[in-house]
Structure formats: C-alpha cells, structure tokens
C-alpha cells in the first residue's frame, strides 16, 4: 500500500509541475507528437472523448499493435480500474471496478454493439474475438445502464471489427512457447458501393499444464456500404469452434503443471448473425436500425474423473443457447445552440437449454429471458464550455425456468416459474472545460442487474434484481506533444446484490449493501517524439457495508506502466508491467484467511514492420513470475510462467 502511495504522489507531483504555467503556458516545447481530440461516435454514444462525464479509454488499431499481452483480455486490463480474471486459454474475463466473482454479469462486453453476455453464468468468451480482426475499442469505465440497459454496471466494453480496409490480403502467422500456433487470412475488396470482407483462421496450444490444451477455427464475412448515401448498411456472419482441456485448480503450493481433473474438457460451436441499416435524413436527424441472431451450443465433461476410463460411460453437460437482440436509434440532429437529442428502444430474448445427465435420473433446465427498454438521452452546450447530460431509461424483464426430468418414457415436464420485474435507471452528468488543456467532470446515476436463468435455477424465493447508485467527480488534461492525466473519484453503492449462498446453495441477494469506493489515476508523459510512456494506478476499496469485509478477489492497490520507444517510423520497443496487491480467496467473505499474494508481471514486444512484412518478437511474463487470477478454498487457478511467441504478417 505504501509503494502505491508513494507512485500515487510521484503522479500528483508531475501534473502540477507540468500544469503549474496556467493557461498561459508554452506547448512550443515539442510539438512533435499532436494528440486530436479523440471521437466516440460508432453506436449509441455521439462525443467527443473529453465531453463524458465518466472516464473513457480509446484504443486504436495501432495502439493494440504497440501494447504487450498474449490475449486480448490482458490488454483490456492494463487500463486503470481493470483487473484480469478467470485463468489460461479458455477461461479469461476482466472485472471493472471491482465487481469480484459477479463480473461476467456486472461487466458488459459489446462486438460492433451486439451483447457477448450470455444469460448465464458462463462469461463472455474472449477466446471467439481475434485480436487482430479488431480496428478499435473503448472502454467506458461506470455504470452504462440508460444507454445500454440491464448488466452495464461496472463498465463497457465496446469493441469494433474492422471494415473500412482499402483493397487488401493479409497473411498472419504465429508461433511461440507451449505449443502455441495460430494461422489467419483476411481479404478485402476495393472501391465500388459494397464492401467484403473475409477472415478465417485455426490456431492450437498444448498448454503449460497437464490437459491445458486448446484449438479453434474461425471465418467470418462482412457485407457493408462502402459510399456515403442516404441509407446505407452492413452484414456480418460468423461461425466459431473450439475445444479445449479444463485442468482444474491446483492447491496453493502445488505442482502447477498437473492436472485435478486430467479428462475434463469441452467443445464450442458458435454461430453469430448481424445486420444494421442506417439512414441519414440531413436535418431530420438519423436513424439506426440493428437485429442480432447468435447460437451457442457447448458441450463439456465435468466429472472430475482421474482414469482413462472411455468417454461414452461419463454423459456430458450440454448447453445450447439462442440469444436474439434488435435495436433501434434515433439522433436528431441539433436544435438550437447545442441542444442534441437521442433516443432509442432495444429488445434482447435469450433461450437456454442445459442437460445434465445422470447415472440415475436425468435433468434437464429450460429457461428464457427477455428485456425489453427503452430511454431518452439529451445533450446541451453552454458556450462550448460547459456541457450538460440527462438521460433516463425505463426497461420490463421476464424471466421463465422450467426443470424437466428423464424417465422411462421420455422427459416429463415439471412446473414453470416465472418472474418479472421493471426497472428503471437515470443519468446526470456535466463536464466544464475550464481551460483548453483542462477539463472538470462529475456525474451520478444509477443502474440494475436482473437474475440470469442460471440464477433463476437456484434461486430463494425472494430473489430480486440488484439496483445501484452510482457518481463520480473527476479531471482530464490534455497538453499535445507533451502530456495527458486523467484522475477520478468514484462511488458505487449497491442494494439486493446477487450472489450464490454456499451454504444454503441458492441465489440470494445480499441482506447488507455493498460499496466500492475508489481512486484511478493515469498519466502519459512524451519526453521526445521516439518516446511515451504511460502510468495509471487505482486504489480500491469494495466491501459489504454491515460487515466492513473487503470484497473477495478484489485487489486493493493495483496499477502499471508502458513504455514504448519508436526509434525509426517501422520499429518499435514496447515494455508493459502490471502490479496488484493482496485480495482474498472467493470463498473467503469473512476475510479469516490470509490474503492471496501480491504479483507483478512484465510483458516486452520487439515490431518491426517493413511493407510487404511486419513482424513481431513478444515474450510474456518476462521475470518468469508464479501468479494466480483466482483461488477458492485453497486451490489457486494458475497463469503461464514465461512464454515466448513470435509472429509475421504478410500483405499483398
């Protein structure tokens, strides 16, 4: 905590020796490197980065080449308020703000504005999105519940696909330590009114652990307007397979190479469909219409067995999952002086089906949610110094379960449940731009959290969707060619929180709140134009309110730094570490056991790219560090140690 501290200071320090001119204040000192305002504009959101009142972090496709990390869950996570979760090769996940075990129901995750959450507790699988498919993402930092509704609360994830690629074959391949290999194509066409693209790729790991392994394909085709008419639209298919070993956790001080569960594993099969038609109406405003199909169907073995014993006499777990979301968006264009307006309605409907087989009885879980929302948001500038935000959202989710048994004669079907709620959720928020190079933030809102069917499955009677309230105060300055800093305060408050009682073995919500207050901090220095470097850190405190105990696997104290060093336009040197401090076991509410460990880790990338080439050296946990993202009752889920990987791609 101390060493936190003191990096907090050295922040502190920096800023105002580099802010301590005023306005009035030279930027001739180098003017080699221009920072333009950042536009957030793809989507349900229309400003400008500086004009949000809660923190947003916007990463481009050339910043994604720059920043070290195996997966793209570990470059999420170098951003301030973002901690890794879950373990290696399949099972990755981020927390925002400090979510703990809940995150994957807390923390939402859009592709081209289409949800990966799916209605159980599952987690997004980062493993379906190719790093290098990805032109852009933001991370918006707070809760997103007016405008992107249920599960928006500890932050969004938007990530972009790209699609306005010139005329182009690209050829990538990878290899590295662990059995690690990865091919991939992408083609695009050139000009004409309609654009196409197509990805695919394979790729295959035997993993640092005993049955760690790991294979995917992918392909995927974009249909898209390439001319700037009236109406224009896009198309996107995708299909996505996998399978993949699950080795279980290990016990604290155990061989981290062996397997507790050597056979376990599973197989995915994922088929995605979007569409989005946009119309352009000059004065009248814009209209966005988008409908997304997704299937999922999984399958995996889970009985723990340590015999290779043949697979027919062990039945799988299988899930199948058909998520179906529609939206639509309305910008009217300006009115008055600064006056914007916007509005939309959205739909999501997910059906689930899980059988679990048993020697005796069979089982099998059906359930379905739907939501349906809609909101209004409205924007208005004073002066262009100050602008103000107003949003509300009000929103209706049904959620039914039915659990069927296997018999003789066939499934018989017992009694349906069904439950409904309606939510509601407001925004306010302003931001004043006191001088050209400093901006002042603050906001307060609320959001909400319905049970997923998983919940529903194992739920107390009075189970209800979490509510909470939410406000932050903060800054942003931005002196080009020299610096940008941003530090916030934030607030979370929740009531009826859901969580998984262990030992009355039910959903339930928490009779106490819960609170995470914290502090995030980053600041990026350009000492010359060959060099930048970036800091953050957040100082976090979650805990249940009646209790007073810390949050489990929530880190206290973590933060990182990058630096990157570009000698020569094509070459490049990137160094990354993140840090996180102690945190406690997931079953450890009561904080009686010591705290996990803290870890550090550092990551080193080498690019060099030369047209028709461009290639790559990384190697990841560079100091060979022992960690682990969780640990329940004992038993860690540990990380790789140091891993090389190395990749080229070629152009045509």
């Known amino acids: 905590m101390k060493s936190g501290l003191r990096l907090f200071y050295i922040f502190c320090v920096l800023f105002f ?32 980065e500086g004009r949000f009142a809660n923190p947003v972090r916007v990463l481009e496709r050339e910043d994604l080449d720059r920043i070290p990390g195996g997966r793209l869950e570990d470059i999420l996570a170098r951003e301030a308020g973002v901690v890794p979760r879950g373990g290696a090769g399949k099972a990755g996940g981020i927390d925002i703000r400090g979510m703990g075990d809940t995150f994957s129901s807390n923390v939402l995750i859009l592709l081209d504005d289409v949800p990966m959450n799916p209605k159980d507790l599952s987690g997004v699988d980062f493993s379906a999105i190719s790093l290098s498919d990805i032109e852009r993402i933001e991370i918006h930092r707070g809760a997103g519940a007016v405008t992107w509704g249920d599960g928006a609360v500890g932050g969004v994830v938007r990530i972009f696909t790209r699609t306005g690629e010139e005329k182009k074959a690209a050829f990538d391949s990878e290899m590295g330590s662990f059995g690690y290999r990865k091919n991939r194509v992408r083609l695009s066409t050139g000009t004409g009114p309609v654009g196409l693209r197509l990805a695919a790729g394979e790729g295959e790991e035997s993993g640092f652990r005993e049955n760690g392994g790991f294979s995917s394909q992918d392909v995927g085709l974009d249909l898209f307007s390439r001319e700037k008419e009236v109406w224009t639209f896009a198309l996107s298919g995708h299909v996505y397979s996998d399978a993949y ?73 299988d899930i199948r999952s058909t998520e179906k979301t529609g939206r639509v968006d309305y910008h009217l264009r300006p009115l008055g002086k600064g006056l914007r307006i916007h509005t939309g309605l959205d739909h999501q409907e997910s059906h689930y089906v899980r059988t679990d087989p048993d020697a005796n009885l069979g089982q ?17 500038d004073f002066r262009e110094k100050l602008h103000v935000f107003l949003g509300g959202r009000l929103q209706k989710v049904t959620g039914d379960y039915r659990e069927d048994r296997f018999h003789a ?46 919940e529903l499955a194992r739920s107390s009677p009075e189970l209800q969707p979490q509510e909470g309230r939410h406000w932050e105060v903060g800054l942003r300055s931005a002196l080009p060619g020299i610096l940008r800093f941003e530090l916030g305060f934030f607030s979370m408050e929740m009531t009826e929180e859901i969580h998984y009682d ?63 060093w570009d000698p020569l336009e094509d070459l490049g040197v990137y160094l990354a570490g993140r840090w996180f401090g102690k945190r406690y076991d997931g079953n450890d509410g009561d904080n009686r056991e010591k705290p996990l460990d803290p870890y550090q880790v550092w990551d080193l990338r080498f690019r060099l790219k030369q047209k028709p080439l461009a290639f790559f050296l990384e190697v990841n946990n560079l100091w060979d560090a022992s960690y682990a993202l969780a640990a329940y009752s004992g038993s860690v889920y540990p990380m790789p140690g140091r891993n090389l990987k190395v990749g080229v791609e070629v152009f045509f």
């Open 364 to 380: 099998r879980h059906n359930g379905r949610m739907e939501g349906v929302g809609g909101f209004v948001r409205t924007d208005l």
């Open 245 to 317: 070993g699950l080795p279980g956790p290990v016990p604290q001080g155990g061989d981290v190479r062996k397997a507790s569960t050597p056979w376990d594993g599973g197989e995915t099969l994922e088929k995605r469909l979007s569409a989005q038609v946009e119309g352009d109406f000059a004065s009248l405003g814009r209209l966005k219409l988008q409908r997304s199909l997704r299937y999922r169907n999984q399958s995996m073995e889970m009985t723990g067995r340590q015999d290779p014993l043949p697979a027919e006499v062990f039945p799988v777990v």
């Open 502 to 564: 262990t030992h009355l073995q039910e959903n339930r919500n928490y009779e106490d709140k819960t609170r995470r207050q914290g502090l995030e901090t980053a600041l990026s220095l350009y000492p010359g134009p060959d060099w930048s470097l970036r800091m953050d850190l957040t100082w976090m405190q979650a805990r249940f309110a009646g209790k007073d105990t810390v949050i489990p696997l929530v880190p206290e104290v973590h933060g990182g730094v990058q630096v990157a």
């Open 409 to 454: 004669g066939g499934w018989r079907q017992r009694e349906l449940r069904n439950r409904s709620w309606n939510m509601q959720a407001w925004d306010a928020g302003l931001s004043l731009d006191l001088y050209s190079w400093l901006t002042l933030y603050a906001s307060s809102g609320t959001s909400f959290r319905s049970p997923n069917v998983d």
């Open 17 to 48: 020796a580099w802010t301590g001119g005023g306005p009035g204040l030279s930027l001739a000192q180098n003017d080699a490197l221009v920072l333009p305002a950042l536009q957030v504009t793809a989507g349900r959101e229309e400003r400008e």
